[in-house]
Structure formats: structure tokens, C-alpha cells
């Protein structure tokens, strides 16, 4: 009790309030406007947290990170088209539900599920504060380490199908970390004799870069599209009632969006489609998945809305993000020598539990604001592609100008950009670049505090948590070897099919092929046994 009204002190401040307030209410309108997301928001709006305390800053990010999700639900449902990424599956029921007049209970529906996926992850995590709370002295460098490695290796293979390019842009983002001053002996890498490469490659031009300069000019190339609103008609409280009929795909939802969000790598889409296969294979109308159910939008919505206080648990507990967005909020911590990991639940736990108290409120803000702006909000949708380009691109190059007052950082952003524009063009990812750079820089430091107690190579693993990350990452990447090899085997099959399957006649010469074969296998076996009992008869 003592430690909840000690988190509740920090948090009774006007300036904790206002970022409570502008988090909540940016992050909706950030995600209810298709084609920016949280990530380019938060990109932004990094230089000017630096100057905040770290409970100012984070709440403001925090906030966005965690509202934008319920802002990308209104174009998703409305426009089939959607705000963030993560609303991708929102637009399978929430539109159908609009074609057939049904709007508002959509928006209504997805706002309760939201709600219930943010506050129940936030109290499980509360509760689990105390646990985290021993655990986490458990993990030394090595622990750390391997925890880091995992991370990055789940990240990799996240990317199904882009496994392989996923991890060479990791492996480009741990080259960039290692780019300046080295952190132990203080020597000079890959500096060139170049003055402006000594200080690094700053992490935040590169997330500027890569997610805010990059989103500006896909914008700019974009042509402005005409966009026709539906017409909201009946209340907005209705969802909150038709969230009750449906306990168990809102509980296991959320309980998804929890388990995956404590893992690195996975996130919210994985929640998602693992939630909605669920509601699905239980449901008892599976025929509607997909045309309007009700059960499907509460799996996809719940789940996603419970990632973000998960997300917080390898960040604040280990210094690991496990995604761009936290990776983002590291940064925070740092500028302010506020150093994520064991230390931080031994010596500060009041300010880990006023962070999810934060979430708490941003989700009982959010709510509110919807359900009585929803109408005046939708107009956001309307707003030029164009129009959205110029102010980020302006916005991104002043963040980027204001770290070091620097021009050529903003060369390096810009360069990033154009970077990051050609992986949209080729729906390649971005994501690995910035956890390689953060995550390189971990593990780099980690492993060198951590051989000083290896003589030999099973002394790395030789306590319990080590050993026990060590057997998870060959696990993974055994299963993930596996997976790939199903799927080139699956991948030759159907390609030999489609050559000589695709017609009724190209079976028939399929199995007239395989009998003739089979016939003429014989034949020549029996020749050869005639010939080897003639040769031995010889001699």
C-alpha cells in the first residue's frame, strides 16, 4: 500500500497532469489520421522529451504509444482503412459492421475492448510488480546477455518470410553502434578520421530517419484521396453492455495481449492473430468471422490494447525493448541516467508502479474523450496525405537540427530517410535496424563484463537463467530452421503440382509416369542381376 501512494505522489504534479492529458488526446488523434502511427509521433516528439523529467517524458510517450490504437480503429472501421498497423485486422469486422449501418456499435465495441485489454494488462502487471521485483536481481551481464541475444534473434524470426533480410538489417544496426568512440578502452572505429562520425551515429537522427523522413516522403509521393464518412447514429455506451456478453474471447484476448507482450520480438500482431484464431475456432457462429462479428473485432481490439503495458516489462525490468517503440523510450531513460534493469525495481519501484498507474488513467482518459468526441474526430480522417508530409518533414528536421544543432545530422536523417523510404517501397522492415542499434549496444558491453568471470565456455551458462535463455535461443532457432525447411518442402510440392497436376490430364501423365517408371525400374534391375550371375559364372 505504501509503495501505491508513493507512486500516486509522483504522479500528483500539473505538469505529470498535462502530459496525461496531451498523451491521452495526441495519441488518438495520431492514430485516427491513416499513415502516420505512433511511431513517427513518438519520433518526433523524442528531442523535445529530453529537456522534461523522465516521469513528464515517458507519460507523454506512453501516452501515445498506448492511445494510438484507439484512434486507428476509427478509420479501420470507417474507411477500411487502417490508422496504425496494428488496426490492420480491426478493418475484417469493424467495416463490415459499417457497410451494414452499423458504425457506431462498431467504434463503441472496439473502444470497450480497448479499454478492458488496457486496464487488465496494466493490473496484471501491478500485481506482478512485487515478483519482477525479485527476479530481475537474478540477471547478471550473462543473463543480460543472452536475454538480449533472444530478443534480437525473435525479432528476426518474427519476420516470416524475411527472416534472412530481417537479420542482415539487425546486423546493419548493431555496425552502426559499434561506429565512434568504443565504450571500454575509448578508442576510435570506423570514424575514417572523420570528425563528425567520432561522436556515433546518433540513434535518435536514425529513428528520425528511418520512421518519421520516410513516412514524409511516401506521404508526399502519395496522391490526396477523397475520403466519404459514414454517418454515426445511436449511442456510444452500447458496446460497453455488448462487451459483457462475450466474457471468455475478451478474457483469453487480453490474456494474450499480456503473455506476448512481455516477449521480445512478438508484439501486438502476434496477440492479435493468435487472440482471433481463437475466438474463431470457438465461436459459435464462425461463419461470421470476417462479415461483421462481433467476437472478432472484441479478439483483435483486446489483444492489441494489452501490449503496451506488457511491452514495458522487458524494458524496465532488463533494459531490453522489444520493439522500435520502447526502443524510442530508452533513449529517455538515458539522456536522464536513469538506468532501465534489476537495479530499477530494487531502488525506484515507486516510479515503475506510477508509470503503469500512468497507463491506468491514460486508458480511463481515452475512453471518455471517445465516447463524447468520436464525432468532431472523425473529421481527422480528411486531412491531406500532402498536406501531413510537409509537417512531418518540417517537424522531423527541426528534432533532428535541436539535439546537437547539428546540419549534418540532419544530412544523416535525411540519408536514413531515403533509406527507409526504399524499404516501404519494398515492404522490408526498419524495425531490426533500431533494435540492432540498441540492442548491439547491450549486448556489446554485457558480453565483455561477463567473460571477466569465463575461464571456460560452459562457465556462461552454468547458472540456472543462463542456462535456461541458452536452451529457449536453440530452441527458437531450431524450430525456426525447421519451419523454413516445411516451407521450402511445401513450396517445391506445390510448384511441381502446378506444373504437372494443374489439368486432369496432367495427373493422369503424373501417375503414368510414376507407374512407367516404376515398371521400367524393375526391368532394369532385372537385367542387371541376369548380367552380374553370367560375370560370376565367368569366374
Given at each position: 500500500?505504501?509503495?501505491?501512494?508513493?507512486a500516486?505522489?509522483?504522479?500528483?504534479?500539473?505538469?505529470?497532469a498535462?502530459?496525461?492529458l496531451?498523451?491521452s488526446v495526441?495519441?488518438?488523434?495520431?492514430?485516427?489520421?491513416?499513415?502516420?502511427?505512433?511511431?513517427?509521433?513518438?519520433?518526433?516528439?523524442?528531442?523535445?522529451?529530453?529537456?522534461?523529467?523522465?516521469?513528464?517524458?515517458l507519460?507523454?510517450?506512453?501516452?501515445?504509444?498506448?492511445?494510438s490504437?484507439?484512434?486507428?480503429?476509427?478509420?479501420?472501421?470507417?474507411?477500411?482503412?487502417?490508422?496504425t498497423?496494428?488496426?490492420?485486422?480491426?478493418?475484417?469486422?469493424?467495416?463490415?459492421?459499417t457497410a451494414?449501418?452499423?458504425?457506431?456499435r462498431?467504434?463503441?465495441?472496439?473502444?470497450?475492448?480497448?479499454?478492458?485489454g488496457g486496464?487488465?494488462?496494466?493490473?496484471c502487471?501491478i500485481?506482478?510488480?512485487?515478483?519482477?521485483?525479485?527476479?530481475?536481481?537474478m540477471?547478471?551481464?550473462r543473463?543480460?546477455?543472452?536475454?538480449?541475444l533472444?530478443?534480437?534473434?525473435?525479432?528476426?524470426v518474427a519476420?516470416?518470410g524475411?527472416?534472412?533480410?530481417?537479420g542482415?538489417?539487425?546486423?546493419?544496426g548493431?555496425?552502426?553502434n559499434?561506429?565512434?568512440?568504443?565504450?571500454?578502452?575509448?578508442?576510435?572505429r570506423y570514424?575514417?578520421d572523420?570528425?563528425f562520425?567520432?561522436?556515433?551515429?546518433?540513434?535518435?537522427v536514425v529513428?528520425?530517419g528511418?520512421?518519421?523522413?520516410?513516412?514524409?516522403?511516401?506521404l508526399?509521393?502519395?496522391?490526396d484521396?477523397?475520403v466519404?464518412?459514414?454517418?454515426?447514429r445511436?449511442?456510444?455506451?452500447?458496446?460497453?453492455?455488448?462487451?459483457?456478453?462475450?466474457?471468455?474471447?475478451?478474457?483469453?484476448s487480453?490474456?494474450?495481449g499480456?503473455?506476448?507482450?512481455?516477449?521480445?520480438?512478438?508484439?501486438?500482431f502476434?496477440?492479435?492473430?493468435?487472440?482471433y484464431?481463437?475466438?474463431q475456432k470457438?465461436?459459435?457462429?464462425?461463419?461470421?468471422f470476417?462479415?461483421?462479428s462481433?467476437e472478432?473485432?472484441?479478439a483483435?481490439?483486446?489483444?492489441?490494447?494489452?501490449v503496451?503495458?506488457?511491452?514495458?516489462?522487458?524494458?524496465?525490468?532488463?533494459?531490453?525493448?522489444?520493439?522500435?517503440?520502447t526502443?524510442?523510450m530508452?533513449?529517455?531513460?538515458?539522456?536522464?541516467?536513469?538506468?532501465?534493469?534489476?537495479?530499477l525495481?530494487?531502488?525506484?519501484?515507486?516510479f515503475?508502479?506510477a508509470?503503469y498507474?500512468?497507463?491506468?488513467?491514460?486508458?480511463?482518459?481515452?475512453?471518455?474523450?471517445?465516447?463524447?468526441?468520436t464525432r468532431a474526430?472523425?473529421q481527422?480522417?480528411?486531412?491531406p496525405?500532402?498536406f501531413?508530409?510537409?509537417?512531418?518533414?518540417?517537424?522531423?528536421f527541426?528534432?533532428?537540427?535541436?539535439l546537437?544543432?547539428?546540419?549534418?545530422?540532419?544530412?544523416i536523417?535525411?540519408g536514413?530517410?531515403?533509406?527507409?523510404?526504399?524499404?516501404?517501397?519494398?515492404?522490408?522492415?526498419?524495425?531490426p535496424?533500431?533494435l540492432g542499434?540498441?540492442?548491439?549496444?547491450?549486448?556489446?558491453v554485457?558480453?565483455?563484463?561477463?567473460?571477466a568471470?569465463?575461464?571456460?565456455?560452459?562457465d556462461f551458462?552454468?547458472r540456472?537463467?543462463?542456462?535456461?535463455?541458452?536452451?529457449?535461443?536453440?530452441l527458437v532457432?531450431?524450430?525456426h530452421?525447421?519451419?523454413?525447411w516445411?516451407?521450402r518442402?511445401?513450396?517445391?510440392?506445390a510448384?511441381?503440382?502446378?506444373?504437372?497436376?494443374?489439368?486432369?490430364?496432367?495427373?493422369?501423365m503424373?501417375?503414368r509416369k510414376?507407374?512407367f517408371?516404376?515398371d521400367?525400374?524393375k526391368e532394369?534391375?532385372g537385367?542387371?542381376?541376369?548380367?552380374l550371375?553370367?560375370?560370376?559364372?565367368?569366374f
Amino acid at each position: 500500500m505504501d509503495l501505491i501512494l508513493s507512486a500516486i505522489d509522483i504522479l500528483m504534479r500539473w505538469d505529470v497532469a498535462l502530459a496525461l492529458l496531451a498523451g491521452s488526446v495526441g495519441g488518438v488523434l495520431i492514430g485516427a489520421i491513416p499513415g502516420v502511427g505512433p511511431a513517427v509521433a513518438i519520433a518526433i516528439l523524442l528531442p523535445a522529451t529530453f529537456s522534461m523529467d523522465p516521469i513528464v517524458g515517458l507519460t507523454v510517450l506512453l501516452g501515445i504509444y498506448g492511445s494510438s490504437m484507439y484512434g486507428g480503429a476509427i478509420p479501420a472501421i470507417l474507411i477500411n482503412t487502417p490508422g496504425t498497423a496494428v488496426n490492420a485486422l480491426t478493418t475484417y469486422d469493424g467495416y463490415p459492421m459499417t457497410a451494414r449501418g452499423e458504425p457506431r456499435r462498431a467504434l463503441s465495441l472496439a473502444y470497450s475492448a480497448s479499454f478492458f485489454g488496457g486496464v487488465f494488462s496494466v493490473v496484471c502487471l501491478i500485481l506482478f510488480a512485487p515478483v519482477l521485483a525479485k527476479v530481475a536481481p537474478m540477471f547478471g551481464s550473462r543473463e543480460i546477455f543472452l536475454a538480449a541475444l533472444l530478443g534480437l534473434i525473435l525479432v528476426v524470426v518474427a519476420h516470416r518470410g524475411q527472416a534472412l533480410i530481417a537479420g542482415a538489417l539487425a546486423c546493419l544496426g548493431i555496425f552502426l553502434n559499434t561506429i565512434g568512440m568504443e565504450p571500454v578502452k575509448y578508442t576510435q572505429r570506423y570514424t575514417f578520421d572523420q570528425d563528425f562520425l567520432g561522436g556515433g551515429v546518433n540513434l535518435i537522427v536514425v529513428v528520425l530517419g528511418l520512421f518519421a523522413l520516410s513516412q514524409a516522403f511516401a506521404l508526399l509521393m502519395d496522391e490526396d484521396e477523397k475520403v466519404r464518412i459514414t454517418k454515426l447514429r445511436g449511442g456510444m455506451f452500447q458496446g460497453l453492455r455488448e462487451l459483457t456478453r462475450h466474457p471468455r474471447v475478451t478474457a483469453v484476448s487480453a490474456s494474450f495481449g499480456v503473455l506476448m507482450g512481455m516477449i521480445p520480438g512478438v508484439g501486438e500482431f502476434t496477440a492479435q492473430f493468435m487472440s482471433y484464431t481463437y475466438a474463431q475456432k470457438t465461436s459459435k457462429r464462425p461463419q461470421d468471422f470476417g462479415k461483421g462479428s462481433s467476437e472478432g473485432l472484441i479478439a483483435a481490439e483486446t489483444a492489441n490494447n494489452a501490449v503496451p503495458a506488457a511491452a514495458m516489462v522487458p524494458l524496465l525490468a532488463l533494459g531490453i525493448p522489444g520493439e522500435a517503440l520502447t526502443a524510442m523510450m530508452l533513449s529517455v531513460f538515458y539522456v536522464h541516467n536513469v538506468v532501465p534493469g534489476p537495479g530499477l525495481f530494487q531502488n525506484d519501484m515507486d516510479f515503475v508502479v506510477a508509470l503503469y498507474l500512468a497507463l491506468l488513467i491514460l486508458n480511463v482518459l481515452v475512453l471518455g474523450f471517445l465516447l463524447f468526441a468520436t464525432r468532431a474526430l472523425v473529421q481527422v480522417v480528411k486531412i491531406p496525405n500532402r498536406f501531413l508530409g510537409v509537417c512531418i518533414l518540417t517537424l522531423s528536421f527541426v528534432g533532428v537540427y535541436s539535439l546537437r544543432n547539428s546540419a549534418t545530422d540532419c544530412l544523416i536523417a535525411a540519408g536514413f530517410g531515403l533509406f527507409g523510404f526504399i524499404l516501404k517501397r519494398l515492404s522490408l522492415p526498419a524495425v531490426p535496424i533500431i533494435l540492432g542499434m540498441v540492442l548491439g549496444g547491450i549486448m556489446e558491453v554485457k558480453l565483455r563484463s561477463g567473460m571477466a568471470r569465463v575461464k571456460e565456455p560452459l562457465d556462461f551458462i552454468n547458472r540456472p537463467i543462463s542456462f535456461i535463455l541458452f536452451t529457449i535461443i536453440i530452441l527458437v532457432l531450431a524450430s525456426h530452421i525447421l519451419r523454413v525447411w516445411r516451407d521450402r518442402k511445401e513450396l517445391k510440392e506445390a510448384e511441381w503440382q502446378t506444373k504437372t497436376a494443374s489439368t486432369s490430364f496432367g495427373k493422369l501423365m503424373f501417375r503414368r509416369k510414376n507407374s512407367f517408371l516404376k515398371d521400367r525400374g524393375k526391368e532394369v534391375r532385372g537385367r542387371h542381376s541376369k548380367l552380374l550371375r553370367r560375370l560370376k559364372g565367368l569366374f
